[in-house]
């Protein structure tokens, strides 16, 4: 999972989304869809494209390179 290989908390990837904790958790678990913004958003904070972090049909698993983009930080509106 993106989050863990980043070495990150649910609460520190949702304070730098600007989302409550739990809805980190439903999206990983596929119980909720993000909105547009929360998915660039997330993309953003990844470094990745947002098709690369959400998709209906699975992607290969990313590379080292892939997964070594920028770590998230607070975004300010």
Known sequence: ML???????RA????AAGVHYQTIGYIERGEFAPSLAVALRLAE???LPVEAIFSLTPFAPLT???????HPTRRTP
């Open 3 to 9: 989050r863990t290989e980043r070495g990150l908390t």
């Open 12 to 15: 520190q990837l949702a304070h």
């Open 45 to 47: 904070l990844f470094g």
């Open 64 to 70: 080292g390179e892939q997964l070594s983009g920028a």
